[in-house]
């Protein structure tokens, strides 16, 4: 049984601010401790389940996070990483002829634009105001899921705090979950016990891997429609300049057709030009 591990930071337990997720920040090597345990008891319960193969994909800001020395070591288990990559925080999904049986998104947090999800954000921070895909506000729970369905791959677990989860069960249908923490604001949360976290974590993981009836195959329906609101006009100026971008507000461009694999490049196209559109003092 072959499992992929999509591994963000900001729904790990123990991670609140900004400041932990970016490297030379105060608190960064710590959110990277506990990165790896958390992906370690995730690989343990997998392994107990009886994976042989299990790809983790390095799914944080510039994608060189995991340290494959201090992953549980093992002959199955391998760690893609490094960016730039094809598919991003799902890159290797779609690995043939021997895909994954399922996916597992591990430390995910809630959409751009949630109440109070924690670091609450789709893909580009402060690029991307808002992401919807048919019409549906999306985070990068729904666009990675989407991607791994394309891909005939379903989740089957989710990991992060409360309001992800719920975001992913409200979207997805019924995958298994494992709430690490209760979001209280964007920037706060109430953790619970660290050693019962890797506990949970284990023990879902296994349960996942164990049951197919967690396994979802999410498939959007086509053509697909994917609505990107930017935080200044001046990053749908840029994301226009692609042919198949059509603009419909000061701020807002649309990607549709029939290959969500190809609307899912142009997503991450669009979010670079973004990038080089920023201004840092205006």
């Not at 510039?62 to 730039?84: A, C, F, I, T, Y």
């Not at 048919?134 to 989407?146: K, Q």
């Not at 089957?156 to 494992?178: F, H, N, R, S």
Request: net charge negative; proline share 5%; glycine share 6%.
């Amino acid at each position: 049984m072959k499992a992929y591990i999509s591994v963000d930071l900001e729904g790990v337990n123990g991670v609140i601010h900004s400041s932990q997720t970016q490297p030379n920040e105060p608190g960064y090597l710590r959110s990277l401790d506990l990165m790896h345990q958390e992906t370690n008891a995730v690989i343990e319960g997998l392994l107990e389940a009886g994976c042989d193969e299990i790809l983790i994909n390095d799914s944080h800001w510039d994608m060189r996070n995991l340290q494959h020395e201090k992953l549980l070591q093992h002959p199955g288990v391998m760690v893609r990483s490094g960016w730039q990559k094809p598919f991003s925080m799902v890159s290797g999904i779609d690995k043939a002829p021997d895909r994954a049986d399922f996916a597992i998104f591990l430390g995910y947090h809630a959409r751009a634009g949630h109440e109070h999800g924690v670091l609450s954000h789709t893909y580009r921070a402060q690029i991307f105001y808002e992401v919807k895909l048919n019409d549906l506000p999306a985070g990068e729970t729904l666009l990675n899921a989407a991607l791994a369905g394309y891909f005939d791959v379903p989740v089957a677990l989710l990991c992060g705090d409360d309001t992800v989860c719920k975001e992913a069960t409200d979207q997805l249908g019924p995958i298994l979950t494992a709430c690490v923490k209760t979001a209280v604001s964007r920037y706060s949360a109430i953790f619970p016990s660290h050693k019962e976290t890797l506990s949970l974590l284990k023990a879902k993981a296994k349960e996942a891997a164990s049951n197919k009836k967690y396994w979802q195959v999410f498939k959007p329906k086509t053509p697909c429609k994917l609505e990107i609101s930017f935080f200044d006009p001046s990053m749908a100026d840029a994301a226009e300049l692609i042919p198949q971008i059509k603009r419909i507000g000061a701020r807002t461009i649309v990607i549709e057709g029939q290959d969500y694999s190809q609307i899912f490049r142009l997503m991450l196209a669009v979010g670079a030009l973004g990038a080089s559109r920023k201004d840092p003092y205006f």
